[in-house]
């Protein structure tokens, strides 16, 4: 939710302050004959500094000279504001996507694989352009200094003569557009993890974890311990079971004779049969 809202709306804030900036700088010029002169120059996006041109005074009746400043931060400028605009294009047809074709942003999983990777590639873009941006708006700054200005001048270089800034660039917008690079950067970034989660690949690799040989070995090894184990029991339990049934079966059918004194009596059971169920006979020895 917070990329849906906040991702198109800080990407305008982005451009707008960068693409849209105007600069102006005036520089009045006291020649020691008590003449004065207003140099005024104007710069914006995409400062190529270096086609600014101004007039400036010689102090030497009315000859004056053609100045050009001095940098080209187009390339800087240009790649900051082409990521803000697919950054934003790129959040919107997202946007309409997630809602409105839910079951096609989700058909084989490709949607969010995609958007994964999307928003890997916008992160680093908005670093590289953020930290490139932020250099060159410190090197339009030194471009503009009055001292360079002044250096550039003739009728500046001369002590007889009096150089001073009327007006001068206001940063403020300039400034906002890095600040809403780096801040553009940390949305980005923290949204790489919930759209990896959306790609289900972390749930992959956790349902069949990896085993080392040695506990694959250790493993079968337990489960054939496990079976004979049971085997044995199972063995135990059966013939515990046809004792008892042969113990009820000797009590339940036997016959016994009455004993009398002349001798113990003695079971007789047919050869080969100890499980006979047949009836027990007890005989006396004389």
């Known amino acids: 939710m917070c990329m849906v809202i906040f991702a198109p709306l800080f990407a305008v804030f982005a451009f707008s302050t960068c693409g849209g900036y ?7 010029v006291d020649c020691m004959d008590q003449t ?3 140099i005024t120059l104007s710069f914006g996006y995409p400062f190529k500094l270096q086609q600014v041109h101004y007039n400036a005074p010689l102090c030497e009746g009315k000859r004056r000279e053609t100045l050009f400043l001095e940098g080209d931060f187009s390339s800087s400028a240009q790649f900051f504001v082409t990521v803000a605009v697919l950054a934003f294009l790129y959040s ?7 809602i409105f074709y839910q079951n ?7 949607g969010p694989v ?15 352009s953020s930290v490139a941006w932020a250099k060159a708006l410190s090197g339009i700054k030194t471009a503009t200094d009055l001292n360079n200005i002044q250096l550039l001048m003739s009728a500046c270089r001369d002590k007889d003569n009096t150089c ?25 970034a923290g949204n790489i993890w919930f759209a990896y989660k959306e790609t289900g690949l972390h749930k992959t690799g956790q349902r069949y974890p990896s085993r080392t040989p040695s506990e694959k070995r250790n493993r079968s090894f337990s489960q054939r311990q496990y079976s004979q184990s049971s085997f044995d029991q199972s063995g135990s339990s059966f013939g515990q079971q046809l004792y008892s049934q042969g113990s009820f079966d000797l009590s339940g059918s036997g016959f016994t004779l009455p004993q009398t004194s002349l001798g113990q009596p003695s079971l007789f059971r047919q050869a080969g049969s100890p499980t006979s169920r047949g009836p027990l006979i007890l005989v006396n020895e004389m």
């Open 104 to 110: 096609k942003y989700r058909e084989k999983n490709k």
């Open 114 to 128: 995609v958007d994964f990777l999307v928003t890997v590639l916008f992160s680093f873009m908005w670093f590289v």
């Open 92 to 98: 919107l047809m997202a946007t309409v996507v997630y």
């Open 22 to 28: 105007t600069g102006q700088m005036t520089v009045r």
């Open 36 to 38: 004065q002169s207003n």
């Open 164 to 188: 001073e800034a009327v007006d001068r660039p206001i940063w403020t917008n300039l400034n906002t557009s890095v600040a809403f690079g780096f801040l553009n950067f940390s949305l980005w």
